[in-house]
């Protein structure tokens, strides 16, 4: 809701706020008749340097060797968790080493303490040491050779560990404009000696690493733009074989922690970001089932992956590698990085994407500082959708670790929320943030008659033949029996290209073509999770977060419509009762980017169909595929769209964004349309009490509302399912209009 005033004796205005062929560049191997990927090592050849700190590498053309244009790890070498009882023996070989680089002027500052600076030519590195929000951090940058070597620049030291646990900061990086990889360098060894060397190359390096790919596919304009962690058993030469791959985009302007361990041999990659440091936001865990790294040494690497012409450029910084990890356990979350730092250790929801939340359920958190350094509870933080509603909180007394929370009162029901709370010490100098976004829609709010609910998978067929509502639930359940079809919903009914849908692609891929088994158009029940590593074997394990109660009944996971591409359209025609209506999609998505959401003006039983943009669905970067939330449909102007739908119409969801770019990030789980009615509510003064303007009359299609006026001024709010705003107020003679 929004306040505005108004003073009778002046005017006054305000505001208030694929197919499966597509070259993919990491896939080596061939294509099976399925869809699925059969892959081998890709091995990245990089010729041995003796010598490193005073080595110059050879000109390019002496030097032997073969460099693939796009050089990339294997995108999906999965291994199951194997031997459990394969434990490598020994202790730790030394201590554990911290490192945050604020005490160092320059590089010889960190090679003075004991740090070895490794490339294959010093002419084409430039590291050094730079500010970042929390003090100095360490900048990789590397050149390539043209048409000879990537770039390559790391950092290391020799202590060695068997087992061993690693983490660093990713400070800052250009996001995936740059197909560039930070790596943690674990068990790394000299390939030809087999042992930890005070020279090494990173191009005769071998051990295990975890890497994250800042643009999977590619830095070209026509690339898609979405990450991946990895962990990858690593030969000299960059011969490497992944055994454990995760989608993942990470959003660049704010610090990540990335962590990596072996035990043995199984490994585990955890990336945090700073934001929410109670959840990682990935797990990627594996076993190495040949053994071939026991022991060896710890370091960050950046890495070209866009062949002999690409760049490196990383600031990394709270580095740590030691035998085990820190004392401190906190479950699944980690300490700030930044000792002493106070960070949100739980809270509720739990969820950093939280449908269906239950509006009557406080909002509470807990915050600890895991150190003697004391929490301001006075300075606590929270703000939803914006607006600092802190002074609702009710927090416990300063000490190491505080608890607060939220009235029930302060959340209505059918609402989208985006929170975030900051805590901070009694210093004013150490603080961090949390967010997090929910919504308090229900089950039975979507089943009610205000609700219209679209299912993506849902579409027309048969030359734009649609069913009546009620639309029986159907697909296969989860024993693979099958519930509905033969026209009792929509499962398996086949459409037709031009007409029902449009897709790039001509023939249905088995892969993702789940619910309409021969079309081309992708689907998948359950989602997508993104994983592949011991515990997910393939990239088809389901990633569903809620089923609505007439799935569950039925035993049916819920379908989306996945890998789809910019361009692609779906068709839907359905019957609207009598009213205006606000628009929702929910999706998931590890990259922004935008649907539209069209009317259909021609026949939609013809080809060559007309339409209109009835607005955009913006979607943010979720991060992973299994992260989803609720989006509104916006004019261009960004304010919420009310739109007249009565009777029949043809609905269109369009798959915009930039082709090549935003290919395969999003997938859609349904349109929601909620029938919307505005009221408004005035009061003498601006933290009075609201009543309701029982004589107000507002006009849906004009977006404006007229009422008499009360008073020597009065302020107004909207209340609405969706932020309506208060675009300006107007006065004439005794009648007031406002403008939303």
Not at 445 to 453: A, E, N
Request: hydrophobic residues 35%.
């Amino acid at each position: 809701m929004d306040d505005i005033c108004v003073r009778l004796k002046e005017s006054h205005s305000g505001k208030n706020r694929s197919v499966d062929s597509q070259n993919e560049g990491p896939y080596v191997g061939s294509h099976s008749q399925s869809g699925e990927k059969k892959l081998n090592k890709n091995k990245l050849t990089i010729p041995k340097v003796v010598g490193n700190m005073n080595t110059p590498m050879k000109h390019p053309s002496s030097v032997a060797g073969t460099y693939p244009t796009t050089p990339r790890s294997a995108r999906r070498v999965c291994t199951a968790i194997a031997v459990a009882g394969l434990i490598l023996g020994g202790q730790s070989l030394a201590n554990a080493q911290t490192d945050n680089f604020d005490s160092y002027g320059n590089i010889n500052d960190m090679k003075a303490a004991g740090w070895i600076l490794s490339y294959l030519n010093p002419a084409l590195v430039n590291p050094s040491i730079v500010g970042t929000g929390t003090g100095k951090g360490a900048r990789l940058q590397a050149n390539p050779f043209p048409d000879a070597a990537p770039a390559a620049i790391m950092w290391y030291k020799t202590n060695e560990y068997a087992d061993f646990y690693m983490a660093v900061d990713i400070a800052s990086w250009p996001g995936t404009g740059k197909d560039q990889a930070l790596v943690l360098f674990g068990r790394m060894t000299e390939a030809s000696t087999g042992t930890v060397v005070s020279d090494q190359s990173p191009a005769s390096a071998q051990g295990v690493i975890c890497n994250y790919d800042a643009s999977q596919y590619g830095e070209a304009a026509t690339d898609r733009k979405q990450g991946q962690l990895q962990i990858n058993m690593l030969g000299g030469g960059f011969d490497a074989s992944t055994i454990a791959a995760a989608d993942i985009t990470l959003v660049p302007g704010r610090p990540y922690r990335i962590i990596f361990q072996g035990k043995g041999l199984h490994y585990t990659a955890q990336a945090y970001d700073w934001n929410d440091l109670s959840t990682p936001l990935v797990t990627l865990e594996a076993d190495d089932t040949v053994g071939t790294a026991t022991t060896g040494a710890c370091g960050v690497l950046g890495f070209s992956r866009d062949g002999t012409t690409g760049t490196v450029d990383i600031t990394i910084d709270n580095y740590y590698a030691g035998a085990a990890a820190p004392s401190v356990a906190i479950g699944s979350g980690i300490v700030h990085p930044v000792p002493g730092t106070p960070v949100v250790t739980s809270r509720v929801p739990s969820s950093r994407w939280k449908n269906f939340f239950n509006p009557a359920t406080p909002i509470s958190f807990t915050a600890n500082s895991y150190s003697a350094n004391v929490i301001d509870a006075a300075a606590t933080k929270f703000t939803l959708n914006g607006v600092d509603i802190s002074s609702k909180l009710t927090v416990s007394a300063n000490g190491t670790n505080i608890s607060a929370s939220l009235p029930a009162s302060v959340l209505q029901a059918n609402n989208l929320y985006s929170a975030e709370i900051i805590v901070s010490d009694v210093g004013g100098l150490k603080k961090s943030t949390n967010t997090f976004w929910f919504d308090t829609f229900s089950d039975a709010f979507l089943l009610s008659s205000k609700v219209k609910t679209i299912e993506a998978e849902e579409y027309n067929y048969d030359y734009g033949t649609y069913q009546l509502d009620p639309i029986h639930v159907s697909g296969l359940d989860t024993n693979l029996n099958q519930v509905g079809g033969g026209q009792v919903g929509y499962y398996d009914m086949v459409g037709h290209a031009g007409i029902d849908y449009s897709n790039r692609n001509v023939n249905p891929d088995f892969s993702f073509s789940k619910f309409r088994t021969a079309d081309p158009v992708r689907s998948l029940s359950g989602g997508l999770i993104g994983i592949e590593d011991g515990n997910h074997p393939t990239e088809f394990d389901p990633g569903s977060d809620n089923v609505r109660s007439r799935y569950a009944a039925a035993g049916l996971l819920e379908y989306v419509i996945c890998r789809s591409e910019p361009n692609e359209w779906l068709n839907y025609t359905r019957i609207f009762a009598p009213g205006t209506y606000t628009a929702f999609l929910r999706y998931s998505s590890f990259g922004t980017t935008t649907n539209e959401l069209h009317r259909v003006t021609s026949d939609p039983t013809q080809p060559d169909q007309t339409s209109v943009k009835l607005g955009t669905f913006s979607l943010a970067n979720n991060f992973r595929h299994p992260n989803y939330l609720y989006t509104p449909l916006l004019d261009d102007s960004g304010e919420p769209v009310l739109l007249n739908l009565s009777g029949t119409n043809t609905i269109r969801l369009a798959i915009a964004g930039t082709p090549g770019q935003d290919v395969r990030k999003a997938m859609q789980n349904y349109i929601m349309f909620v029938q919307t009615s505005v009221a408004v509510l005035s009061s003498a003064t601006v933290d009075g009490t609201y009543s309701a303007e029982a004589g107000a009359n507002v006009n849906m299609a004009a977006r404006t509302i007229t009422l008499t006026s009360s008073g020597s001024s009065r302020y107004y709010r909207l209340g609405s399912s969706v932020p309506l705003k208060i675009k300006s107020v107007s006065l004439s003679g005794s009648t007031v209009t406002l403008t939303f």
